[in-house]
């Protein structure tokens, strides 16, 4: 049975986002699938393409093993997403506001990420959101 493009895009946050657990995220690729992150400057922290499960593994832990800027976290009640299907039935947007609780004023992030998969796995995802907040 296929997943649909709510259960991969929920997987995927979920290993990532919430969890952080590049096991768990990389496992959400194709073997051969590809994360781009393509505003990301040259040098930043956040990496800019990844390609291979296992590059995307690998790369993603040490990402997650670098200390945290804040103490912010994501606060899903206030935090929302909207899935777009397109006429290629393989490619899906997430339209996505995130909400970071914190001391004092939360902080809104707004992003959009584009999805091809094979196979009910993600075989290509291309993440646009503003540099600043990962590097």
């Known amino acids: 049975?296929?997943?649909?493009?709510?259960?991969?895009?929920?997987?995927?946050?979920?290993?990532?986002?919430?969890?952080?657990?590049?096991?768990?995220?990389?496992?959400?690729?194709?073997a051969d699938g590809v994360f781009e992150a393509p505003l990301m400057p040259a040098g930043a922290t956040f990496p800019k393409r990844l390609v291979g499960r296992e590059e995307i593994r690998s790369a993603m832990a040490a990402y997650y093993e670098q200390q945290v800027k804040d103490d912010r976290s994501p606060s899903l009640e206030k935090s929302g997403y909207v899935l777009h299907t397109t006429s290629d039935p393989d490619v899906f947007i997430a339209e996505i506001d995130t909400v970071f609780d914190g001391d004092?004023?939360?902080?809104?992030?707004?992003?959009?990420?584009?999805?091809?998969?094979?196979d009910g796995k993600i075989a290509r995802l291309r993440d646009y959101f503003a540099p600043e907040v990962m590097s």
């Open 1 to 30: 049975m296929s997943r649909t493009p709510q259960e991969i895009f929920e997987g995927y946050l979920y290993a990532g986002a919430m969890t952080r657990n590049a096991d768990a995220l990389a496992e959400n690729f194709t």
């Open 104 to 118: 004092g004023d939360d902080v809104a992030v707004s992003l959009v990420q584009i999805f091809r998969i094979r």
